[in-house]
């Protein structure tokens, strides 16, 4: 099982596996100032249908940005995210997900996700695709709840791609994309966000690192932490 990604696997869950995952976010706005945080997640497998998790990266909200997790220098809320998640698995190919978002602490603003991925694997190319619906049920008023702060509260969809490629034993590149927009206003310009990385497994430890930009454009359609450019460095083990 890959502990790289949010939803790391299609595969029956294996009852009592524990999935730790450590990241590094960096990310810089077209304003010139840049943000360091460090977020923490892990996942505990109840049995072969049901996996419970406790996350604070951006990665584990399938979002594409930084900013989440314990802040480090220069971010907007000194800790910028926990959510209490679930999985289950639904089919072969299929996990559903829900979850439970702090987006910032007194006063906390709360979102709801609820969505699913669908993954196939190909000989050494795996795709997953995941859409996922944002909703803000506590403190709607307060900027980042569910949007960007110039959308404070806005309810979203978002559709997360992702494939990756393994091109050698231990390790292969992958590509990821994120489209969200407003529900309030779906007439709005899309967020749009692409990333690039590369992962390295020696089992049961995996390293990855991508960077990319969370919205090509301006948009108030987001859910992410709003920056433009961003990095991660993360290491996850699975036993």
Request: charged share 15%; glycine share 14%.
């Amino acid at each position: 099982m890959l502990a790289w990604g949010a939803s790391v696997s299609a595969d029956p869950f294996v009852p009592g596996t524990v999935t730790l995952r450590a990241a590094g976010e960096v990310a810089a706005s077209v304003e010139g100032t840049s943000t360091r945080s460090l977020a923490l997640d892990g996942w505990v497998d109840l049995n072969e249908r049901f996996r419970l998790g406790l996350t604070s990266s951006t990665d584990a909200r399938e979002q594409l940005g930084a900013g989440r997790g314990v802040c480090v220098s220069a971010c907007r809320e000194r800790y910028g995210g926990l959510a209490v998640e679930t999985q289950v698995l639904l089919g072969p190919q299929l996990v559903g997900h829900a979850a439970l978002d702090a987006t910032r602490f007194a006063p906390t603003a709360v979102a709801l996700e609820l969505g699913f991925d669908l993954h196939a694997t190909a000989g050494p190319v795996t795709v997953l695709v995941g859409p996922t619906l944002r909703l803000g049920i506590v403190r709607r008023d307060l900027a980042g709840a569910v949007g960007t702060p110039g959308n404070p509260g806005a309810d979203s969809g978002a559709v997360y791609a992702r494939i990756a490629v393994r091109g050698w034993s231990s390790g292969g590149v992958f590509a990821a994309a994120r489209l969200a927009i407003a529900l309030e206003d779906p007439s709005s310009t899309p967020s749009v966000g692409v990333a690039g990385g590369v992962f390295f497994e020696v089992l049961p430890v995996t390293i990855s690192a991508r960077f990319g930009t969370a919205e090509l454009a301006r948009s108030t359609a987001t859910g992410g932490a709003g920056d433009h450019v961003f990095g991660e460095l993360a290491v996850g083990w699975s036993r």
